[in-house]
DNA sequence: TCGCGAACAGGATAAGCGTCCTGTTTGGGG
DNA sequence: CCCCAAACAGGACGCTTATCCTGTTCGCGA
């Protein structure tokens, strides 16, 4: 059932390669149109996967999803917010600097897909229990960091006033919530307003205007 | 073509109530499971439709899709915030007020579907120019809702040092993505801890602990 | 009362979906 | 070198999807 009149039958087995290719093109895809509205097809186009080749690593397509959220997802929140804010000077720092970034990475792009952790959230947690789980302990950790960088400021006497572990949910719902207007508005504008405004909330209480 | 067999013939046309009620089942769909995995087979039977009545009604889903956003999900924006915040005696007690009731309501009914404005935000902004424009106007009269009573209570003397917009783009994320992570976590807490953070963002800049 | 357009019934249709199956190729361990 | 499990090819399969078509029924205006 081989092709045969195609000249040269050069194949590698390259099962570490060819996993790495489907969860990349899964990833994208899921991130930019969302899990129902890509079809396996357009994945093992993307990727050059044969359907064999993609029922032999992932028996279903809720298993790719489930590597798309452990191997990138989990990983793309660890790269472009934790590891950024715990190694910025100040929290408010770390914070202010991601909003940033990010939103001139946007405009720089052009178009706005949103943040991957929400997309999925919001479109598979009540979907399916497994993909909830996984969703929640990445929001789980992402809320956790900033708070530990939070309360290593008020350590230091950096920062007072602020309950750690309940401003972080704060900045995480702000972002999210931003991406979302962000995506609705295709303007990153939003990212920059609320970035400001939790820099207002993190200052001291002290008289001072704006 | 008619069904004969069956015993009474009985068929009322009642174009506006059909019509009302393939609204209200797409709604309820859309923001529950979401637009993609939704059929309209689903739909149809959930409003008791055939095919014929759904697509004289609705030429296609999207139709459907812009309905909803117009129809109803423009108004449930209006009735559980816009017009409780207006109505509040100040923007603060509006807005906490809004948080917790819709808490507490999340925990009666023992789960969380989100947002839907940014359910659909998320799923649909990207997929369709149509769908995005409807959903920008809707978080763009929220924001501007929640900013004039801002302005409000600031001339009334209630309120001093916030930007009326800036803040009332933060408190749309917040609540927006605390509803994200409330989905993914099956839990409301998300939203009483953000409350609480706008809530100690909104009182004036004096020297007071917690 | 009657006619005509709007409202609706019910299925046809073609394309697309996710999954699975059989067969072939590869490459490392014996 | 040989062999066998893993890796992959390619397509069949059954089901669902959204849309559309023809035919029937309703109900308002005249």
Redesign the interface.
Known sequence: MAERTRAARVRTNDPGGLRRRLVDAAFEAFA???Y??TSVHDLKRAAGATGGALAHHFPSKKDLGLAVLQDRVADAVEETWIRPVLSARTAADGISAVFTRIADELDRQG????CPL??L???L???DDDF?RL??AV?VRWRAAVAEKIRTDQEAGLLE?L?P???A??V???????M??A????DAQ?LR??A???S??MQP??????
Do not use: P, W
């Open positions: 930019t149109r969302g129902h509205a178009c706005v897909s949103g929400s997309n959230a919001l479109e947690s009540r979907h909830r969703i929640d929001f006033g309950d572990e309940a401003f949910t704060l995480v719902a702000s972002y999210s919530g931003a979302a207007m995506k609705a508005a295709q939003a307003i609320c400001e405004e939790l207002r909330a209480r002290s008289a001072s205007l704006r």
